[in-house]
Nanobody, 114 residues
């Protein structure tokens, strides 16, 4: 099992920016994918962005052009730069990593005020 530690959540005004960071440790296997999902109250957990060890990136439709994911294979870290944030971005953001199974972080709250 992979341990994931997230940082960087908080409160921001609409149009502002936040950066989330996540560090993975304890994996006996290579990490193939790292990324971020989010879950708003009463909603299903949804993809924000993922990056593979080969550098391929995938974004959720609602964040394309505003959020940028970057990963460091050597350090097993992944960052999410969130720009032009909107109130609908408010959610708990979860870091995730995939080896032979998917692991999840504890989550960090992101709140965007209008």
């Amino acid at each position: 099992q992979v341990q994931l530690v997230e940082s960087g959540g908080g409160l921001v005004q609409a149009g502002g920016s936040l950066r989330l960071s996540c560090a993975a440790s304890g994996s006996r296997f290579s990490i193939n994918v790292m990324g971020w999902y989010r879950q708003a109250p009463g909603q299903q957990r949804e993809l924000v962005a993922e990056v593979t060890s080969g550098g391929w990136k995938n974004y959720g439709d609602s964040v394309k052009g505003r959020f940028t994911i970057s990963g460091d294979n050597a350090k097993n870290t992944v960052d999410l730069q969130m720009n032009d944030m909107k109130p609908e971005d408010t959610a708990v953001y979860y870091c995730t990593a995939v080896t032979y199974a998917r692991s999840w972080g504890q989550g960090t709250q992101v709140t965007v005020s209008s």
